[in-house]
């Protein structure tokens, strides 16, 4: 997900079937995932200059971080002077830059977010859920809909059918 965190040192899995259920603990992929991405920003903050320590990273800070990730996007957006712009499938190629995906800053800061916690941070002083961070998201999810003339809309929750009053017969849907 994030070209930098290939400094990181991976472990191999091996075959679960091999295994046996030895004492080992493995870590889930999220759990994984979220360990190279808390270590990515880590380096990132060793890296700032001036260095920062995590106490003084801010949402302008994170901010910096999500900007200076686009250049390993692998994403085409789009630009307002493309012909292509708000086409979801272009027919040629053309020369806008590509970016990090929505999603994957979505999850990404939210993979961060819960590992800043769980390293001692308190969720009032997470840098990874400041309002700056969270409109930046927005920003680049409506800028990413357009550009590939798509809309993210809030998935509505199927809510179940309301009870019938007392003394009404339920509506069979099978025939009879």
């Known amino acids: 997900m994030i070209a930098a965190s290939a400094t990181t040192t991976t472990t191999s899995s091996s075959?679960?079937?091999?295994s046996g259920g030895s004492g080992t603990n493995q870590l889930s992929r999220?759990?994984?995932?979220?360990?190279?991405?808390?270590?990515?920003?880590?380096?990132?903050?060793?890296?700032h200059r001036p260095p920062l320590s995590l106490s003084r990273c801010s949402g302008a800070h994170v901010l910096e971080f999500l900007r200076y990730l686009d250049q390993f996007g692998k994403t085409k957006v789009h630009t307002h002077l493309c012909p292509f712009f708000g086409h979801p499938n272009p027919p040629a190629p053309c020369a806008c830059p590509l970016r990090q995906a929505w999603g994957s800053l979505d999850a990404l800061i939210g993979r961060l977010r819960a590992a800043f916690?769980?390293?001692?941070?308190?969720?009032?002083?997470?840098?990874?859920?400041?309002?700056a961070v969270r409109l930046y998201l927005r920003e680049v999810r409506d800028s990413q809909a357009?550009?590939?003339?798509?809309?993210?809309?809030?998935?509505?929750?199927k809510r179940p059918p309301p009870p019938l009053p007392p003394g009404q017969p339920?509506?069979?849907?099978?025939?009879?």
């Open 15 to 18: 075959s679960s079937s091999s």
């Open 30 to 47: 999220y759990e994984n995932q979220k360990r190279r991405d808390w270590n990515t920003f880590g380096q990132y903050l060793r890296n």
């Open 117 to 131: 916690e769980e390293n001692g941070g308190s969720p009032e002083t997470n840098p990874f859920g400041a309002r």
């Open 146 to 157: 357009k550009a590939r003339g798509i809309s993210y809309e809030k998935k509505k929750r």
């Open 170 to 176: 339920a509506i069979s849907s099978s025939p009879n």
